[in-house]
């Protein structure tokens, strides 16, 4: 199976107008995540699921944890999930606050609730870190993802990890080859930036501390002198098409952060998947 099949996107609540001009490049049944944003109030972001259900592709509104004020609020989210029938599948982060807003700290703490399954929920995306976080140990990562997953089976949930975007494969295959060897066999989507300015790219990378300028630089053969213009992550693509063995590392996809907006990425997409073969492309990729 090619890493582009049954790919995934990332819209925000303010992305349905851009949805609605991409929906004729995205293959039908596409999961496209919802953000939860501090600006975007609940009816935004169900305006959004809604409208990619509408759309025939598959929405999983996010759950901020460290965002939630407490249990009340939760469930007003999940009802009104449900209500609109857009509550079977759920990314469930920590989110960006420093100092939770209620009593979650973290995603676990959101999943051990219980809650979920009782609100229709089936599936539970979690987010992974091929090249750590800035704010949390590598340790207290493991062992967080560890906890997620085992909580999620004994809730009769399924679960698949979206990792943080990355510009480096070497990175990403390791930390792939970490989670399996833990035992973890859940679908793992590796986050990749969709293409975008370069001095926006860069500015995302130091903003989430992901790599480094000269490492982006490298893989994405672009000049730091020369900012000027938009990078694809062609060579990112290419580079883990080589190194994901299915045999070895499971199922492994790929999950787009659309920095350059939802249409710009399902174009880029579909001219990536059509355009013919080249030494850098040697892997013919398919979609659904």
């Known amino acids: ?11 925000t609540g303010k992305d349905v107008p851009e949805l609605e001009e991409a929906t004729p490049l995205i293959p039908a049944g596409t999961r496209i995540n919802v953000t939860f944003l501090s600006s975007e109030d609940l009816t935004t972001r169900l305006e959004a699921a809604t ?22 609020e939760l469930r007003t989210i999940l009802a009104a999930l449900r209500e609109a029938d857009v509550s079977e599948h759920v990314f469930v982060v920590g989110g960006d606050p420093q100092q939770p807003m209620g009593p979650y700290a973290s995603a676990l703490d959101v999943i051990r609730t219980g809650l979920l399954p009782e609100y229709g929920v089936r599936e539970v995306s979690i987010s992974g870190y091929p090249e750590g976080h800035p704010d ?28 943080q975007f990355g510009f480096d494969e070497a990175p990403i295959v390791s930390w792939i080859e970490h989670v399996r060897a833990q035992g973890i066999d859940a679908p793992i989507r590796i986050g990749v930036p969709g293409p975008a300015g370069v001095t926006r790219l860069l ?57 350059g907006g939802v249409a710009a990425t399902a174009r880029w997409i579909r001219e990536y998947t059509t355009a013919p073969a080249t030494p850098r492309r040697r892997h013919t990729f398919t979609t659904r």
Do not use: C
């Open 1 to 11: 199976m090619s890493l582009l099949q049954h790919h995934s996107l990332e819209m």
């Open 51 to 72: 409208a990619v259900k509408a759309a025939g592709l598959i929405p999983v509104p996010h759950i901020a944890a460290r965002r939630l004020t407490g249990v009340r």
């Open 136 to 163: 949390i140990s590598d340790e207290e990562l493991w062992s967080a993802l560890k906890g997620k997953v085992a909580a999620l089976a004994q809730q009769g949930l399924g679960a698949s990890v979206i990792t």
């Open 203 to 259: 500015g995302f990378a130091r903003r989430f501390g992901v790599a480094s300028s000269a490492g982006i630089v490298k893989k994405y053969g672009f000049s730091l002198t020369n900012l000027i213009g938009s990078a694809g992550p062609d060579r990112l693509i290419g580079a883990l098409t080589d190194a994901v063995d299915p045999a070895r590392h499971g199922e492994v996809l790929l999950h787009f952060y659309t920095f």
